[in-house]
């Protein structure tokens, strides 16, 4: 993501083992707990399109394009495969 996304969270929606084990207990302001996103979370509604852009660019990597007309269709540079791909959500 450009810029990062913040989200709050009940303290007590998050197990004991969790707080535990990444020493949250001085993080908690209110019975709430701050969370900064940087690359991507499951549940945002943009998450489809970040794992989709990021393929793209892996793919690319390994000699495949998109196609400007049909956005999803994919052709590679050298080899004659071609396919179509929808990307929801990587979890």
Do not use: C, W
Request: hydrophobic content about 40%; proline content about 5%.
């Amino acid at each position: 993501m450009p810029i990062p996304e913040y989200m709050r969270a009940d303290i007590k929606s998050i197990p004991a083992t969790i707080i535990q084990h990444y020493s949250l207990e001085s993080l908690v302001h209110k019975g709430t707990i701050y969370v900064e996103i940087n690359k991507g979370m499951y549940g945002l509604p943009h998450a489809g399109i970040l794992a989709n852009n990021g393929l793209i660019d892996q793919l690319a990597t390994h000699g495949y394009r998109q196609s400007q007309h049909n956005h999803g269709l994919f052709t590679h540079i050298t080899r004659p495969v071609d396919f179509f791909l929808v990307v929801d959500d990587f979890g």
